[in-house]
């Protein structure tokens, strides 16, 4: 499957910034989807994640309910809605398809990757 991650862009702390990841196929529903971000010279960290029916979410502790996920398969598509943003937020964020079935895969365990969007959180 592909995956096109967009929305990212510049915003001042205590912004909101909405990230879409489009996916090419109908068989996105099978998949857990993933949010994970990366900054330069650091190992792309785990943001969020959302099983296949969207039923449940999972989100790293550093989130601190700032960030939620969201999908809708009939679009193909999944959301994360970051608000309260902060400049520590800087990174380059990537959308990732899974087929473990697990919400807490790995960055091992995903298989398919969009290209990255930038998001830059200015003070």
């Known amino acids: 499957v592909q995956l096109q991650a967009f929305g990212g862009g510049l915003v001042q702390a205590g912004g909101s910034l909405r990230l879409s990841c489009a996916a090419s196929?109908?068989?996105?529903?099978?998949?857990?989807m993933g949010w994970f971000r990366q900054t330069p010279g650091k190992a792309r960290e785990f943001v969020a994640a959302i099983t296949a029916t969207g039923s449940n979410t999972y989100r790293a502790d550093f989130v601190e309910g700032r960030f939620t996920v969201s999908r809708d398969n009939a679009k193909n598509t999944v959301w994360l809605h970051m608000n309260s943003l902060k400049p520590e937020d800087t990174a380059v964020y990537y959308c990732?398809?899974?087929?473990?079935?697990?919400?807490?895969?790995?960055?091992?365990?995903?298989?398919?990757w969009g290209q990255g969007t930038q998001v830059t959180v200015s003070s």
């Open positions: 196929q109908r068989t996105f529903s099978r998949y857990v």
């Open positions: 990732a398809a899974s087929t473990t079935g697990t919400l807490y895969a790995t960055v091992y365990d995903y298989d398919y």
